[in-house]
C-alpha cells in the first residue's frame, strides 16, 4: 500500500471520483484530508479548465486534498488516468494529515505528516505561473471554470 493525496477531480464530490471507488481498477480508501507543507500553485488551465498542480515547490499556497490509502494496481490505474508520465508526474510530497482518519480504524494520534504520491507538472507553459492558483479545488467553485470531463471532449 502507498500513500496517495488527491488534490483536484479525484476528490469526493468531483468529476473523477469514481476512479477510487471502482474495486475493479484496484483498491482505494479514504485515509485523512490533507495539506501539502510546502506552497505549490494550483491552477485551471486549458481549454477544458483542468487543474494542475505546477511543480513550483515554495511558489504559490498550502493546497488542500484528501489522503488515500492504494495498492499498486490503483496506483498504475491512476497514472493512466492522469496520462502519467506524459502530462503530469507522480512525486512524493510531504502532506499534513489535518482531521481523522476514516472510520473503523484506530483513534490516530494528534494531525501527522505523511509522505503521499501527488500529480503535478513540470511540463506547462510559462503563463500558467502567472494564473490566479488555490488552495483547494472544486469543480464547481467560485471560478467559474467547470472542468470538462474527457467523456464530453
Known sequence: ??????CS???RGQPNHQVLRDGAQG?????????????????IAGEHNIPWLLHLPGSGRRVEGEVYAVDERMLRFVDDLESCPTLYQRTVLRVQ???????GTEEPPAPTEEQCFVYSTTTF??????????????????????????ENR
Not at 494529515?97 to 472510520?103: G, I, K, N, S, Y
Open 27 to 43: 483498491s482505494a480508501a479514504f485515509w485523512a484530508r490533507g495539506c501539502t507543507l510546502e506552497p505549490y500553485r494550483l491552477v
Open 1 to 6: 500500500m502507498a500513500f496517495l493525496c488527491v
Open 9 to 11: 477531480t479525484l476528490q
Open 97 to 103: 494529515l489535518l482531521e481523522d482518519r476514516a472510520p
Open 125 to 150: 507553459p510559462p503563463e500558467w505561473a502567472q494564473l490566479p492558483h488555490y488552495d483547494s479545488y472544486d469543480s464547481e467553485g467560485p471560478h467559474q471554470l467547470r472542468y470538462n470531463p474527457r
